[in-house]
């Protein structure tokens, strides 16, 4: 463990890289670069379990921090994440305090939750003792969910309540969308959407981010209080490096000819 969710709660600012490709090498271009963790993502990304799996053990060996972001708020799919090694999890759709309680149940061993015990990288393999794991698990391990619609918004004062949660993630795009503004990152109804978040989880100490890309986004919200930065997405930023790169090149060849 990287002592991620230490950091967290000690209100440091954290970054993080999207990775929704099977590549082994995005991972370890995350952590050369100094990203603090990576979400591996399951959800939308081209990525299956045991790609993941794959991913988190490069994470591990190069002290970046993994969080698997599952396909859905479902106890197999958070057990095997927490089961091969990440460091947390990323839960989407979540609208009610019921599923968020029930996704810190999936996440926790008793007697914080109903964890299914089975561990199988975090002991190596069962070379260390499971019930150490047990107990220390529940300390380390990351909890997150995604707040990506009107109703998460509407239900957050209820959510942010349930035992267990560290990280309030904003997703703009579904939100957007899902308050009939789609895309609109401007929107007023957005941005009071977000700061309601924020609030709610600085008074709760859970700690909120907004995914954002520009500079713009990161002046108005950290000083704000957000702290959990998801801050860009592997194949997007390879697109537009190489868009870039074949804009200059092909403006110098036509200057050359």
């Known amino acids: 463990m990287t002592g991620l969710r230490d950091s967290i709660k000690q209100g440091n600012v954290v970054i993080g890289a999207l990775i929704g490709v099977p590549w082994l090498e995005a991972v370890e271009a995350a952590a050369y670069a100094g990203y603090d963790f990576v979400f591996i993502d399951t959800e939308h990304g081209a990525i299956d379990t045991s790609q993941a799996a794959q ?3 490069v994470a591990q060996s190069l002290d970046i921090a993994p969080i698997w972001r599952v396909r859905a708020a479902a106890r197999p799919e958070i057990k ?3 089961d091969w090694g990440a460091e947390g999890i990323l ?3 979540i609208h009610t305090p019921a599923e968020a309680e029930a996704v810190v149940a999936a996440a926790k061993y008793p007697p914080e939750g109903e964890r299914g015990v089975g561990p199988s990288r975090p002991t190596r393999f069962g ?3 499971t019930a150490t794991y047990m107990r220390q698990a529940n300390e380390q ?3 997150c969910l995604n707040i990506e619609t009107a109703e998460a918004v509407e239900n957050i004062e209820q959510i942010a309540q349930v035992e267990g949660i560290d990280v309030f993630n904003i997703g703009p795009a579904d939100l957007s969308s899902s308050l009939g503004i ?3 990152f401007d929107h007023p109804d957005l941005l009071a959407a977000a700061e309601r978040v924020l609030q709610v989880g600085k008074s709760c100490q859970i700690a909120v981010g907004m995914y954002g890309e520009t500079p713009e986004h990161y002046r108005k919200w950290v000083p704000r209080g957000m702290t959990f930065l998801e801050t860009v997405a592997v194949p997007g930023l390879l697109a537009t490096a190489m868009d870039e790169h074949v804009s200059w090149l092909r ?5 050359l000819s």
């Open 55 to 57: 991913l988190v053990l």
């Open 251 to 255: 403006a110098l060849l036509d200057d």
């Open 127 to 129: 070379l260390d003792e």
């Open 141 to 143: 391990v990351l909890v």
């Open 91 to 93: 839960v989407p759709e």
């Open 80 to 82: 095997v994440a927490l």
């Open 182 to 184: 789609p895309m609109q």
